[in-house]
């Protein structure tokens, strides 16, 4: 199998020249040391990923990656197939929550299409790049084959090499696909070992009477998959395109020093794929929220992971990262702006601790 290079090289290591100056910066600016809480090591920490002592996330580019599941036969999405080919025409027309952010932070967004059911026509800012109409039933057989997987690690490359060739300082993956959290719940209960009970959530919002029948899914998938806990065998066979995609993104930004925004359960499964891929990735990961799929705290957990905000959010898309960037930006400008107590004549703090 032709994998990226990304998936088989050692990302760089952030700046530890970058990250010395700005700890300095930090603290010299007029503010007590400390008061501006995480947004000081969120600067110091973009520092090191950009190699700049006053780093910036722009310009940042958002890739949402879209396909379909064959899971979906065995009932477990609140909601139908159709609506992820129709939430690419969303996509594409600038009314999903994404699009609307997008728009609101000024951030490019491509949507990559890698294969639905539903029928998808040619759209501007739609990249149609077909592996399938969708995966396997990932509770009968494995979801992808060698040649599926691979195609949409590269896809998933291919997105960060762009990002990387458009000088782009943070990269966020997206999601859209009916039926992923079933997927990134069998992929996560697979890498960790935990239940299927504990990871499988109502995803879209199934009754407790789906969420049962969604759980047995999980369970007989994993029953099927087996103990492999190695990363490319889980996501080829309990994982989704735009999962698989996502996976390969994160591993090509993170080789091309791009730092990544880390989105809510989907993207972090994805995300985890990486982690256990290439460990030395998770210092480009920045998290921006805790969903609300109880799944994701776990995810979280193993990589050591505390998310900038909990809102409650259980959307995908990338929609929670993009919630966190105006977060991000505060982070940079205050480091980057603010004065110095020398320039602004301020009283530093007096060497008599009371
Ligand atoms: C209108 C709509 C827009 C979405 N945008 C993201 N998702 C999210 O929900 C889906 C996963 O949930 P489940 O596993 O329960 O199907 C994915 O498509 C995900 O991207 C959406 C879902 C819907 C219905
Ligand atoms: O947190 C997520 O990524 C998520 C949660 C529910 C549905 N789709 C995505």
Request: net charge negative.
């Amino acid at each position: 199998m032709a994998l990226p290079d990304s998936w088989l090289t050692p990302p760089p290591g952030p700046s530890t020249q970058a990250i010395q100056l700005a700890t300095e910066r930090q603290q010299v600016l007029t503010k007590p040391p400390g008061s501006l809480g995480r947004l000081e090591q969120l600067a110091i920490t973009l520092a090191g990923l950009t190699g700049s002592e006053k780093p910036t996330i722009d310009p940042v580019r958002m890739v949402i990656f879209a396909g379909d599941h064959g899971v979906c036969s065995e009932g477990i999405s609140a909601f139908p197939q159709e609506v992820t080919a129709q939430m690419i025409a969303n996509f594409a027309s600038g009314g999903a929550a994404i699009s609307v952010m997008a728009q609101a932070l000024n951030t490019s967004l491509e949507v990559v299409n890698l294969g639905t059911v539903g029928e998808v026509p040619e759209l501007p800012g739609v990249r149609t790049e077909l592996i399938a109409p969708s995966t396997a039933n990932l509770a009968e057989t494995p979801a992808m084959d060698a040649g599926q997987i691979e195609a949409a690690l590269t896809s998933g490359d291919n997105a960060a090499q762009r990002a990387h060739q458009a000088g782009c300082h943070l990269f966020i993956g997206g999601d859209m696909g009916i039926g992923n959290t079933t997927s990134a719940a069998a992929i996560a209960s697979a890498l960790l070992g935990l239940p299927p009970q504990n990871l499988t959530g109502p995803g879209t919002g199934l009754t407790s009477e789906g969420l049962r029948r969604k759980t047995r899914v999980v369970e007989k998938a994993l029953a099927r998959h087996g103990e492999d806990q190695t990363p490319l065998a889980v996501l080829a066979s309990l994982g989704g395109f735009e999962i698989a995609a996502l996976s390969g993104a994160i591993l090509g930004s993170a080789a091309r020093g791009i730092p990544v925004l880390i989105d809510g359960f989907i993207v972090s499964v994805a995300a985890l794929i990486a982690v256990r891929q290439q460990p030395a990735i998770r210092d480009w990961l920045l998290f921006a929220h805790r969903s609300a799929e109880p799944g994701h705290q776990a995810v979280l957990n193993a990589m050591q992971a505390e998310p900038l905000l909990d809102l409650g959010m259980r959307l995908g898309e990338g929609s929670g990262a993009a919630v966190a960037v105006p977060l991000l930006r505060a982070a940079c400008t205050l480091h980057n702006q603010m004065a110095s107590f020398t320039d602004a004549g301020v009283s530093d703090q007096s060497g008599d601790q009371i």
